[in-house]
């Protein structure tokens, strides 16, 4: 099955700091997003992005479906930020909506 | 607030008995999800849901059970056949195929 890679595995930042994590998988994908656990488990949507780019406030998202990857850009962090970052796809031809999850981006950013 | 809601927040459960996950949806989505994350992974897909009274099996469906006589309501069952049943469970539902997914706050679940 499709295999779904998220680097780095673990992101230390200081305030105001910026970072890129990225998200590279194996197959076609009909659709990838972008989700933020909060310290209470909570799954917070950031980005349903299949491809091109899209931004929203300090975050912004870029897949290039044709290579296989996607990259999530944190500008000016903040401590709210802290957390860790999912990347999922629904592969191209897969079970329907069987959202196959990356290990994630475990990030901490220090006042 | 339109929103998934699942409950309860934390459940323990006593090893050999079952236990009942509740999911509610007022975003009149049409397809319903059950993952499990365990500590340090991702989410892995239990059971999906795409129309009322109908269900498919995800990768890891051995040992719950689920039902879906309501559009807005999609339960899941943990049985006494799951052998390693403490995990955080999330709920989640989209308008249709291919559909962005919104998850519910999740129920952590203990055995005891």
């Known amino acids: 099955g499709i295999q779904v890679e998220q680097s780095p595995p673990d992101l230390i930042l200081q305030e105001g700091a910026n970072s890129t994590l990225r998200c590279n998988f194996s197959d076609s994908v009909n659709n990838l997003q972008w989700f933020h656990q909060n310290p209470w488990g909570q799954l917070i949507n950031l980005f349903y992005?299949?491809?091109g780019t899209k931004q929203n406030g300090r975050l912004s998202a870029t897949t290039v479906a044709t290579e296989r990857y996607s990259l999530l850009y944190i500008s000016s962090s903040q401590t709210t930020d802290s957390g860790v970052y999912f990347c999922a796809v629904d592969p191209y031809g897969g079970s329907q909506g069987n959202l196959i999850f990356g290990k994630g981006t475990k990030l901490s950013v220090k006042p | 607030d339109g929103g998934i809601t699942q409950s309860p927040k934390y459940l323990f459960r006593k090893e050999g008995q079952n236990v009942t996950l509740s999911c509610e949806q007022n975003l009149n989505h049409d397809a319903m999800y059950w993952y499990r994350q365990d500590p340090g992974q991702g989410l892995r897909l239990i059971y999906y849901s795409q129309i009322v009274n109908d269900f498919q099996k995800g990768d890891i469906a051995e040992g719950y059970s689920v039902s879906r006589e309501k559009k807005e309501s999609f339960p899941l069952t943990v049985t006494s056949a799951q052998k390693n049943p403490t995990a955080f469970y999330l709920c989640?539902?989209?308008?249709?195929?291919?559909?962005?997914?919104?998850f519910g706050q999740g129920t952590r679940l203990t055995v005891v």
């Open positions: 989640a539902s989209s308008q249709g195929l291919i559909a962005e997914a919104f």
């Open positions: 992005i299949p491809s």
